[in-house]
């Protein structure tokens, strides 16, 4: 295996965060996707109409999302008045998820298709199995599920996108695009990663980096895998075996590190995607379908019918929402996508009881203690903030983004060894990191075992990412309780870290230890 390489820190684009959150420049191919006409059930077909001024609303939900649907269908079961606007427009992406995570939550009946083992390769013919079941997600049984709960739990709706929303001395109001404009004592932002407009983010976090993936579902003769197997990650050469790849220090967007994504539906349906994990800036739609198709001419593969084409593009990392604003957010408007996997649908479902309960609870205590008041419902936005991005919360995201970080900065090389060891570490471990479900001290355990199982050369990268890349310093502070820089003694206690791990790499590489 050729030495890794570390790729420079890049420079933030000009255009801005909420730019890139929209599509950049392939912002063209990502309305393309959002517009798909598919045949799914109709939010207006099923749930009461929303008419403004016809009831006192205690939550409005904007976005009609998985994540929006749920929320709206959680609070109501809370025995709130909802509220839910946006677009009627079906379910787009295609979903993949663990299998347990979907069982744990009563939904494993919105899986079409259940493989029983998940496959890795890296840089040979021979795979990772993982153990791990995994499912694609029925975009129509899904709907059709959240949109029941819906209707059983009383959510009212009102077809139109949104505005702004304008805070009021009782609450808020939504103004809606169709030229009405409905109160409600809280609203809850969930339509999605690019909602800068109606959400405040903090400034001066990380940048925002992008997961970009092209697919396509399509029939083929001979599919070259286990078709019972999903074919989760596969970082081998896209050009085939002994093509070897570019040396990333003259870094070029055609030599970042991408992988083949493939469902197979049956032994002659294939859902084949490229997928780039994160890339900053993003890597383009165009890329990643010229080496999809080179790959499946590699592989001896002829599409026989198309059936369906995927832009898939997930902003991740980035700043977090500004906790103190009086409207709330949920899904990925309020950055819960996992920083360096991409996986958000799975944590907003599990999620969503819970907020649901914090919202109820904030509105109780706020109504039964000043009436509605301006301020009061300002307190029960931010005391419902404080469930959703806790500081421990806050430190899971900042040790999840110095990770993503980490991952920006590696040659393919690198992120072979990155995941040969990742799978390799106590299954308790890997599978919590994926589903966002360890705390911020596991975390640290998840840091030392990747450190205790890699080879010198990836200890030797973990640590001179932790010492020189600004979000070292900026997870220690997370870590630290410091939100806006060290206190002297602080300041001290990470210089000294940052030493002693500085000491370590030396000495490691200096006794002459494998640092490929």
């Known amino acids: 295996m050729q ?38 059930p109709k939010l207006a077909d099923t749930l009461a109409a929303l008419i403004p001024g016809e009831c006192n609303l205690d939550l409005i939900v904007v976005g009609c999302g998985p994540a929006g649907m749920v929320l709206a269908a959680e609070t109501a079961k809370k025995g709130l008045s909802v509220g839910l606007i946006g677009p009627d427009v079906p379910f787009v992406n295609n979903y993949g998820v663990w299998v347990d995570e979907f069982e744990a939550i009563g939904l494993r009946h919105c899986l079409d298709v259940i493989w029983q083992d998940t496959a890795l390769y890296l840089d040979s013919d021979s795979p990772i199995l993982v153990g791990r079941g995994y499912g694609r997600v029925s975009r129509e049984l899904l709907r059709a599920e959240l949109l029941e709960r819906c209707a059983k739990a009383g959510v009212l709706y009102m077809d139109s996108s949104v505005r702004g929303i304008d805070d009021g001395a009782t609450g808020s109001t939504v103004r809606c695009r169709n030229g009405q404009s409905v109160q409600s004592k809280l609203v809850t932002v969930a339509s999605g990663a690019a909602s800068g407009q109606l959400i405040e983010y903090e400034k001066g976090g990380p940048g925002v980096s992008v997961q970009t993936a092209y697919g396509i579902e399509v029939e083929i003769d001979n599919y070259p895998f286990d078709p019972t197997v999903m074919h989760f990650m596969d970082f081998r050469d896209y050009r085939g075996a002994g093509a070897g790849h570019a040396n990333l220090d003259d870094l070029e967007e055609d030599q970042r590190p991408t992988f083949l994504y493939a469902m197979p539906i049956t032994p002659t349906r294939i859902f084949f995607e490229e997928t780039s994990l994160a890339a900053r800036p993003a890597m383009s739609f165009d890329e990643l379908k010229r080496r999809l198709y080179i790959r499946l001419k590699t592989l001896n593969l002829e599409v026989k019918t198309m059936h369906e084409e995927e832009w898939s593009y997930i902003p991740v990392g980035g700043a977090l929402p500004v906790t103190t604003q009086p409207h709330l957010a949920f899904g990925a408007a309020a950055n819960m996508v996992h920083p360096a996997t991409g996986y958000s649908l799975a944590r907003s479902l599990t999620e969503a009881p819970l907020f649901a309960a914090q919202i109820a609870t904030a509105l109780e205590a706020s109504t039964g203690s000043a009436s509605g008041s301006g301020r009061s419902m300002k307190e029960a936005a931010c005391a419902a903030w404080d469930g959703l991005w806790s500081r421990e919360r806050k430190r899971q995201s900042a040790f999840n983004v110095f990770g993503l970080e980490l991952i920006l900065r590696q040659d393919l090389d ?31 355990g998840f840091a030392f075992m990747m450190f205790v199982k890699g080879s010198n050369g990836l200890r030797y990268r973990l640590i001179e ?45 200096s006794m002459g230890g494998n640092t490929s």
């Open 465 to 509: 990412h932790l010492v020189t890349h600004p979000q070292g310093l900026r997870m220690l502070q997370v870590y630290a309780g410091v939100e806006t820089g060290p206190k002297p003694k602080q300041l001290a206690g990470t210089v000294a870290l940052a030493a002693f791990v500085a000491t370590v790499a030396y000495m490691m590489t």
């Open 3 to 40: 030495a890794s390489t570390i790729i420079a820190p890049e420079i933030e684009v000009p255009e801005g965060q909420e730019y890139v959150r929209r599509g950049g420049p392939d912002a063209d191919l990502v309305a393309k996707q959002a517009a798909k006409s598919l045949d799914q």
């Open 414 to 444: 690198g992120t072979r060894e990155f995941f040969d060891t990742f799978f390799r570490l106590p299954e308790p471990l890997w599978k919590g990191f994926l589903s966002s479900s360890l705390s911020s001290v596991d975390l640290l």
